[in-house]
């Protein structure tokens, strides 16, 4: 499964030969030594503003404590009785709310496939008349 990008890489050397990998993993702009207050006050900046972008966030209840997931995250929801499991790129949890309570998750991309499953677009790997194949090789 997919799993989401939590990090910038800032690359502060002496040697300019490597630089052009600095690309390959999406690196902020490479610093050479030394580093003025100037330019790294800006690569600071931008990198606070990639990270600031706010993901959509939900707040479940589970076993008494409210978790928080990143809606990003969730790769599908299967519904059982008054309670849905929640799968997320992290494992399983549990929570007491039925599938219509579910459809209401903040952002685009859920699609309701079967009366008791709720999937993300984003892991969706192909679609048959039958099933939902997943990413992770998961068939609904």
Do not use: W
């Amino acid at each position: 499964m997919k799993k989401p990008r939590d990090v910038l890489l800032c690359f502060v050397t002496g040697y300019p030969d490597f630089a052009a990998e600095g690309y390959e993993v999406a690196a902020l702009p490479y610093l050479m030594k030394p580093v003025g207050e100037e330019k790294l006050s800006a690569v600071l900046d931008r990198a606070l503003a990639q990270l600031g972008k706010t993901e959509k966030t939900v707040l479940f209840s589970v076993d008494g404590e409210m978790r928080r997931v990143k809606v990003n995250d969730i790769v599908y929801v299967e519904a059982f009785a008054q309670k849905c499991a929640v799968i997320t790129v992290y494992g399983p949890f549990e929570v007491k709310m039925g599938i219509s309570g579910m459809e209401a998750l903040p952002g685009e991309g859920f699609v309701r496939c079967h009366r008791s499953h709720l999937v993300s677009l984003r892991f969706i790997g192909s679609i048959s008349k039958t099933s939902v194949a997943l990413d992770g090789g998961k068939s609904i």
